[in-house]
């Protein structure tokens, strides 16, 4: 399990520098309307906003790229992958920010990549396959597991992170789409 990167002190300071220089610029932009502002003021606004999301997302990419190093550089027979329904996710609005930040279709596509170039097998399993509702003892499926529910617990007695529960279905299972 790799930690956040979003959920670190430098990128929550970044984005907070952020939302301070994007609010300038909008007061600026007000001002203009009003007579006020020259525009070389707010170019250089602008421009200071631009370097705050180019840096925010270059620390992003790197942490990506580090993570996907990480995990060839164990040289594993093949890694798997859950297809997961962005458009979906993206519709919630309390998980939007979350989603959009964590950049899910760069992170496959480099992994891709990187396995094809180093020739491991990269498995992609189905968006419908029930990885974090299965239990990895006994096979049993738990339909009325929720989000929330962060620890798996089945009725066999196996009790487990529903994460690590969830990964080690999909180690076990070999019938996925392979790329």
């Known amino acids: 399990m790799y930690p956040n990167i979003n959920r670190t002190d430098r990128v929550r300071k970044l984005e907070k520098q952020l939302r301070r220089a994007q609010k300038r610029l909008s007061r600026k932009y007000e001002n203009r309307k009003k007579g006020g502002a020259a525009q070389r003021n707010i170019d250089r606004q602008r421009q200071k906003v631009q370097r705050l999301y180019q840096r925010i997302t270059n620390i992003r990419q790197d942490y990506q790229d580090k993570v996907i190093a990480g995990l060839v550089k164990t040289k594993p027979a093949c890694i798997t992958i859950e297809d997961l329904n962005i458009r979906g ?65 089945c009725s066999c007695g196996y009790r487990e992170d529903r994460d690590l529960n969830a990964a080690l279905n999909l180690r076990d299972t070999l019938d996925f789409v392979i790329t």
């Open 89 to 153: 996710m993206m519709k919630n609005r309390y998980l939007l920010k979350a989603v959009a930040s964590q950049d899910f279709y760069r992170f496959r596509q480099r992994l891709t990549w990187k396995c094809k170039n180093l020739g491991m097998e990269l498995r992609v399993a189905d968006r419908w396959y029930p990885s974090s509702k299965r239990c990895h003892a006994c096979g049993k499926v738990r339909k009325d597991l929720k989000l929330s529910d962060r620890v798996f617990t």
